[in-house]
């Protein structure tokens, strides 16, 4: 089987298309796609414990923990201890992080635009319920440890 040929190959080259182009766009405000993601899933208003990044994040503790301090340090977060859990801490986004936060979200929206203007309603719908379908067998099954030959398609 050639790479092309494979469903992963697709997935990783578009996906190391869309974080060059974010990352080029990042780059514009000293930032980097993964800090702008983390921004995003940083709630304005109440915070987000910082246990709970990682997972919605898909990062791993030690990446999220040294990702958090640099931002810290450019000013873009604070850490503040929960008023109700004094064993938890909170994100919060300062003024700065606000605005690189509002350029992150603004520049998805673009992408998002431009994607929806060269494709049919019906190319999306039809890839949303194939990548759903892709990640719901990836939670649900050991797909590795599966009968590679059975091609059983819904």
């Known amino acids: 089987m050639k790479p092309e040929e494979t469903i992963d190959f697709h997935i990783r080259w578009a996906w190391h298309g869309i974080a060059r182009m974010y990352n080029l766009e990042a780059s514009k405000y000293n930032s ?3 800090v702008g993601q983390t ?8 915070g987000t414990p910082s246990t709970k990044l990682g997972p919605k ?14 931002m810290e340090e450019k000013g873009l977060i604070y850490r503040k201890i929960d008023k109700t859990d ?10 700065a992080g606000v605005k690189h936060r509002n350029i992150s979200r603004d520049t998805v ?13 019906t190319r999306l719908k039809g ?6 379908q892709i990640n719901e067998l990836l939670e649900n099954q050991n797909l590795l440890n599966g009968d590679s ?3 059983n398609k819904k």
Do not use: C, H, W
């Open 86 to 95: 004094k064993r938890m801490v909170r994100i919060y986004l300062t003024n």
């Open 57 to 70: 994040m898909g990062m791993e503790p030690r990446s999220l923990t040294r990702m958090l301090k640099s």
């Open 127 to 132: 890839f949303f319920k194939t990548i759903k």
């Open 32 to 34: 980097t796609m993964s």
């Open 149 to 151: 030959k059975s091609r």
């Open 39 to 46: 921004l995003l899933n940083i709630d304005i208003k109440e």
């Open 109 to 121: 929206i673009r992408f998002n635009v431009a994607i929806q203007d060269k494709l049919s309603p």
